[in-house]
């Protein structure tokens, strides 16, 4: 309608023609607002606990004209509130790799209820990305800087034909392991260690962003492993073995690095007490090859729960 046709605009046409839910509606916008918990001015600091298929993703980092989960979940906070926080990850999964519960952390000044972003966001993103909890939390809650310990899970099929609903999810290796052999390499990695000999070089990284990750810019490489073993499993498509690692921080595509060199010991190609000299060694080259991303798994993430506490 032209502009002199209706008259000057009331306050209120005025608001509904301005706000930000336009892309979903002023009266969705307004019910998904009403909560009178929440400020109308100001900030609240948000914690995310997500799952998802990394097989389609380049990672969960925001990259120039790639999907990323990142991008994903920052695209659906906007078009939901018309934000666009740049959602901080727990830890930066890689391309290719899954996660059963990250955590992303972000600020948004929407006083929108928990229960109504989680909704309006499972409806928005992709199928591949569900939210699994939507919580307010105190204002110091950092999903990365936050966190207590991590635990990484790799799966990998050992039948002879891996079937393809599974593929995405598995590393597919018909050769037969040495159980006993993976877990006395598995427990050489307990503890305190210099993993830098099971660290990428990352050559990719001049092609990322500059989003500061701790697990990435680190000034060292010593971290400190809780618990690391292998389990065998048995399910209907074949014989599993699943691989667990819990610790307080991982080096880029160390996990994958380290599975590389186990299945190098469970194949006979390195004795167990090998690790030892390999971790001392702090050269990438003394160590196996890179596992493939697809049987990783972000498995959980640890805090210690004060972020639920009033401020």
């Given at each position: 309608?032209?502009k002199?046709?209706?008259?000057?605009?009331?306050?209120?046409?005025?608001t509904?023609?301005?706000?930000?839910?336009?892309a979903?509606g002023?009266?969705?916008?307004q019910?998904?607002m009403a909560?009178?918990?929440?400020?109308?001015?100001?900030?609240?600091?948000?914690?995310?606990t997500?799952?998802?298929?990394?097989?389609?993703?380049?990672?969960w980092?925001i990259?120039?004209?790639?999907p990323?989960v990142?991008?994903?979940l920052q695209?659906?906070?906007?078009?939901i509130?018309?934000?666009?926080p740049l959602?901080q990850?727990?830890?930066?999964?890689?391309?290719?790799?899954h996660?059963?519960?990250?955590v992303a952390?972000?600020?948004l000044?929407?006083p929108?209820p928990?229960?109504n972003?989680?909704r309006?966001?499972?409806?928005?993103?992709?199928?591949s990305?569900?939210?699994?909890?939507?919580?307010r939390?105190?204002?110091?809650f950092h999903a990365?800087h936050?966190?207590?310990?991590?635990?990484?899970?790799?799966r990998?099929?050992?039948?002879?034909?891996?079937?393809?609903?599974l593929?995405?999810?598995?590393?597919?290796?018909?050769?037969?392991?040495?159980?006993?052999?993976?877990q006395?390499?598995?427990?050489?990695?307990?503890g305190?260690h210099d993993?830098?000999?099971?660290a990428a070089?990352?050559?990719?990284?001049?092609?990322r962003?500059?989003?500061p990750?701790?697990?990435?810019?680190?000034?060292t490489?010593?971290r400190?492993?809780?618990?690391?073993?292998?389990?065998?499993q048995?399910?209907?498509?074949?014989?599993?073995?699943?691989?667990?690692?819990?610790?307080?921080g991982?080096?880029?595509?160390?996990?994958?690095?380290?599975?590389?060199?186990m299945i190098?010991?469970g194949?006979?190609?390195?004795?167990?007490?090998?690790?030892?000299?390999i971790l001392v060694?702090?050269?990438r080259?003394?160590?196996?090859?890179?596992?493939?991303?697809?049987?990783?798994f972000?498995?959980?993430v640890?805090?210690?729960?004060?972020?639920?506490?009033p401020k």
């Open positions: 309608m032209n002199e046709a209706g008259g000057a605009k009331s306050a209120a046409e005025v509904s023609v301005a706000a930000p839910a336009a979903v002023y009266s969705v916008m019910r998904l909560d009178p918990m929440q400020p109308v001015t100001g900030t609240q600091t948000w914690k995310l997500l799952a998802y298929d990394g097989t389609d993703f380049q990672g980092q990259q120039p004209g790639l990323t990142q991008g994903e695209a659906a906070l906007s078009r509130v018309d934000e666009r959602p990850g727990s830890g930066r999964t890689d391309a290719g790799v996660a059963l519960a990250q952390s972000f600020a000044r929407a929108i928990e229960e972003l989680l309006a966001l499972n409806r928005t993103l992709p199928a990305i569900r939210i699994l909890e939507a919580r939390v105190r204002s110091s990365r936050s966190a207590h310990a991590k635990t990484y899970e790799y990998i099929f050992g039948g002879v034909l891996c079937p393809p609903f593929a995405r999810y598995v590393y597919a290796y018909p050769r037969p392991l040495d159980l006993d052999a993976l006395a390499a598995a427990r050489f990695f307990i305190e993993f830098l000999s099971f070089t990352d050559p990719d990284l001049a092609h962003t500059t989003e990750e701790q697990d990435v810019t680190a000034p490489a010593v400190t492993i809780f618990a690391s073993a292998w389990e065998r048995t399910a209907e498509a074949g014989p599993l073995l699943v691989y667990r690692v819990r610790g307080n991982f080096l880029h595509h160390m996990v994958r690095n380290l599975v590389g060199t190098d010991v194949r006979g190609f390195i004795a167990p007490d090998a690790i030892p000299k060694s702090r050269d080259s003394a160590a196996g090859p890179t596992a493939p991303a697809r049987g990783l972000l498995h959980s640890e805090y210690d729960g004060t972020e639920y506490d």
